[in-house]
């Protein structure tokens, strides 16, 4: 461990990392700094030097510090409780995020934990299960209703706010058996005195026969993000399912399709007793009770047409004309990641103690990866909060804690209107408007202009208003965009605006990305990828003509 002590206005750091850091840094000292000890981590002098506040741990006994308390502004520093662990582990990990995830670093981040979050997006994008939810009517503070994917950017915005690294990336490899624990993903390794596990739950699937022929192409899990489509628009759906998800698609569906049948396995739905008054109230929803799918049929262009049903008591079978079908039947718990290290129960959920401790000592739940019976938002954001605090705890009783203060991020106003256009919320280009210099477009008018007359890659998005999974990607998909400068163009389509458009490409559900090289179509991503697999499409077509110009040029 490094201390910095009496602090003048410049300061030689002298360590055993001066091999590599043999320079002095400029730090702008406090008006008056009494027993002034501040540990510096190995990986903060190499890794960069990002503004930080820093503050002695409570309950030390270091002195006080008076006037300016902003000790640097060059490089970032850790104050530790004790000597036992080790300076380049992270004080807490959160694997996931949703409203246990983002809560749980709120919590930790206010605490003075810098905690790092990965959020994961494969098995569910970031945001979690409330991004395919359309209005949440229950959660405290919003009188009149907030979308799922509202309030999970609301939440994002506080966690990040208050400092937490944030990575949309998917933990591949956790070793809990070795302190610090090791957590890894594609991009990164890192380690952690502590780890709050938030990876939720993925839905549930049928496993019908004809799934996966149909899957994307009448079949989905997500109504929020697939209804919208015109494909879907004035026909006959259906949802599986007979639970509050089931309902609350069956209902939502209603906006776009025609009649909408709510098919339930049992003598009776599931769902609070306010979402099955509303299911049958509406008329345009019939509820099939006792009613199994068998599997799905398709039309002679390969698009689903209906489903093959059997009745429960009679076990007759018969045929029901739909073209889309949306799964409402309950979720996995995502734990794989934690098989044979901490203790799960016989559905692969995570065993949880007092305080949201797990059998492992320093691994801590939150959320619906253990929660069997409340599974809601604000059971999950609950959990979160005790397990951030729980493992604040842990970490101050080992004499792990190194605190650290972390200057807050943009206000509440620009995080809004940052969210704002993360989701997309830009004017179409017009024919007075429309600028072929630019890099970034919306709408078809520009789609059209582009398609014909571009040289360099196309990149189109097919998003919706309501789309959760959409509002994650579009930020990541900019940040990929905007690495290309102008040797690509990208358009986006809300295909409820430009129904048309998204009728003649075929889109049956969002988010989805096509990718275009003189007028030909070179690659479709439905859902959301790594950015890493969007580069991949543009480089070879980019690099295509690298390669092209270079040959001319010889």
């Not at 000292?29 to 741990?57: N, W």
């Not at 479709?524 to 092209?548: A, H, L, T």
Request: net charge negative; hydrophobic share 40%.
């Amino acid at each position: 461990m490094v201390y910095l002590a009496n602090l003048p206005r410049t300061i030689t750091y002298s360590s055993p990392y001066a091999d590599r850091l043999s320079a002095v840094y400029p730090v702008t000292a406090p008006a008056k700094c009494e027993r002034a000890k501040v540990p510096l981590r190995a990986r903060d002098l190499q890794d960069g030097f990002s503004p930080r506040t820093i503050f002695p741990v409570r309950g030390t006994s270091w002195g006080s510090v008076k006037g300016d308390k902003t000790l640097g502004t060059a490089f970032t520093t850790r104050a530790s409780a004790g000597d036992n662990g080790n300076p380049d582990a992270e004080n807490v990990v959160v694997i996931g995020s949703g409203p246990a995830g983002y809560t749980a670093s709120i919590y930790a981040a206010r605490a003075n934990l810098k905690p790092v979050c990965f959020e994961g997006f494969r098995s569910g994008v970031p945001g979690g299960q409330l991004m395919t939810t359309t209005e949440v009517e229950n959660f405290p503070g919003f009188p009149e209703g907030i979308t799922g994917p509202d309030l999970m950017d609301r939440m994002r915005q506080q966690a990040e706010r208050w400092g937490t690294e944030l990575y949309t990336e998917d933990v591949e490899f956790v070793d809990t058996s070795v302190r610090p624990f090791i957590i890894r993903t594609s991009e990164r390794e890192v380690r952690a005195q502590s780890i709050i596990v938030a990876t939720g739950a993925t839905a549930k699937r049928l496993n019908i026969p004809s799934e996966h022929e149909f899957w994307s192409r009448g079949i989905s899990a997500c109504a929020i993000c697939d209804g919208a489509s015109p494909l879907f628009k004035g026909k006959h759906l259906a949802v599986v399912g007979g639970g509050d998800t089931a309902t609350e698609e069956a209902l939502y569906l209603t906006k776009y399709g025609e009649h909408v049948h709510l098919l339930v396995r049992g003598a009776a739905m599931r769902a609070s007793k306010a979402m099955q008054d509303r299911v049958l109230a509406h008329e345009n929803i019939t509820v099939h009770l006792n009613t199994a799918t068998v599997d799905a049929y398709g039309d002679s262009k390969g698009q689903m047409a209906g489903l093959l049903l059997k009745d429960m008591v009679s076990g007759e079978e018969r045929k029901l004309p739909v073209r889309g079908f949306f799964y409402g039947i309950g979720h996995n718990p995502n734990s794989v990641l934690f098989k044979d290290q901490i203790e799960l129960d016989d559905s692969g959920y995570i065993v949880v103690k007092e305080g949201a401790s797990t059998s492992k000592e320093g691994v801590f739940s939150a959320g619906d990866v253990h929660d069997t019976e409340w599974r809601q938002a604000i059971t999950a954001a609950g959990s979160g909060c005790m397990a951030a605090i729980s493992a604040e705890r842990y970490l101050a009783s080992n004499d792990l804690l190194v605190e650290i203060r972390a200057e807050q991020a943009d206000t509440p106003e620009k995080a809004a209107s940052a969210g704002t256009a993360a989701a997309g919320g830009v004017e179409a280009d017009t024919a007075e408007t429309f600028d072929p210099t630019e890099v970034k477009h919306k709408g078809q008018f520009a789609l059209r202009k582009l398609y014909h007359e571009s040289n360099r890659v196309l990149g189109v998005l097919y998003t919706s208003p309501t789309c959760g999974p959409c509002r994650a990607l579009k930020p990541m998909l900019d940040a990929v965009v905007d690495s290309y400068g102008n040797k690509i163009h990208f358009v986006t389509i809300d295909i409820e605006a430009d129904p048309e458009i998204a009728e003649a490409a075929g889109i049956m559900g969002t988010p989805r990305v096509d990718f275009f090289f003189q007028k030909e179509r070179i690659k479709v991503m439905s859902g959301v990828k790594m950015k890493s697999e969007y580069r991949e499409v543009i480089d070879s077509k980019v690099n295509e003509v690298v390669s092209q110009t270079a040959d001319v040029t010889a």
